[in-house]
């Protein structure tokens, strides 16, 4: 694996393997797991070169605490990806990255950037269209590779790239989950035991409403799983509801194809999780 930490290294590197080579990009945060590694895994049966990214990105956190705590285990990141067989590795500083400051995206994306995550985490997506333009620009991938859990990020990037870079294939690769039926997350590493067994709670009530979709009441179904994760004292519900898969707007009915997205604090770590109804 070869690895680089400044954009000019990297650059000359994609220029010289371009033109014979198909790139796939995976970008992350860091802290891998095994949801990562399925998308590095996806990246190479499609493509010749493997690029995974590793940068915690200030401009998406809206919660100073969030960024500080965030789990930053870069050697044991490169020996993950090293040992599934990833290709290059970009690990650069902030410096790198925005090298005339912090600054985020200030073009109107619509209603997608104003509900769910978008309401609950002002300034969240701007930040994250913003650090995904950048790479973008400096990896000039023709596939990208991201994790359905960040749903609502998913159909962002994919107005990114219709916009912006229509040249690179989007590919939204499925939920990775422990046995358990926890949804895997960097940010489960800041869950102690008692967390992590509450945390259930949440998959449970998206299964719950998966099982009855189309047969209830959608709001008393809603109501009816939220009373599932509210049997933890642990647990408090920042958001749960079904919406469009399409666009996240409120659904008509349930031959609509729909999503439900819940945002759960267990403890000081906030969860996100969903599941596609039909």
Known sequence: ????????????????IKPTKTIGFVPTMGALHLGHISLIEESKKHCDISICSIFVNPTQFNNASDLENYPRLIENDMKLLLENGCDVLFHPSVEQMYPNGLQKNEEDYGQVLKVFEGLHRPGHFDGVLTVVARLFDIVKPHKSFFGQK??????????????KFPEIELHVCPILRENSGLAMSSRNLRLNDIEKSDALLINQALQYIKSGFGQKDLALLIEEAKQIINESKLLSIEYLDVANAINLEPIKNSNTKAIVLAAVHCGPVRLIDNILLN
């Open 150 to 163: 960040d749903y609502q990020q998913c159909i962002v990037v994919a107005e990114l790239i219709k916009r």
């Open 1 to 16: 694996m070869i690895s680089f930490t400044t954009v000019n290294d990297l650059s000359a590197y994609i220029r010289e």
